[in-house]
């Protein structure tokens, strides 16, 4: 059975930091491409960023909206994903997913996607 478990979301002021953790189990997330996606009240789920597998190298993708002020990266010895998320903005407001794909590809779209976490509430007041 695999749980993947979000935390270290909050209430942060717009400019302020945040990582997002999630802690999975039952599968080893360095063997499947991970991500994140976030849902703003009344708005559809969308991509954030996402990492592939460990291999000769894992490659990083993100949304243009967090591109600049995002990192996400990987702890295989502690089986976990990370989002940093830097200069906070009033939009990024959401409930942040982790997202696990087992399928072979990369989780950039909710269709890729096999594994969700219950998500971490994020909001960043202005």
């Known amino acids: 059975q695999v749980q993947l478990v979000e935390s270290g979301g909050g209430l942060v002021q717009a400019g302020g930091s945040l990582r997002l953790s999630c802690a999975a189990s039952g599968r080893t997330v360095s063997s499947y491409g991970a991500g994140w996606f976030r849902q703003a009240p009344g708005k559809e789920r969308e991509f954030v960023a996402a990492i592939t597998r460990s291999g000769s190298g894992s490659s990083t993708y993100y949304a243009d909206s967090v591109k600049a002020r995002s990192t996400i990266s990987r702890d295989n010895a502690k089986n976990t994903l990370y989002l940093q998320m830097n200069s906070l903005k009033a939009e990024d407001t959401g409930i942040y997913y982790c997202?696990?794909?087992?399928?072979?590809?990369?989780?950039?779209?909710?269709?890729?996607?096999?594994?969700w976490g219950q998500g971490t509430q994020v909001t960043v007041s202005s």
């Open positions: 997202a696990m794909s087992t399928s072979g590809y990369l989780p950039t779209s909710q269709n890729a996607v096999t594994y």
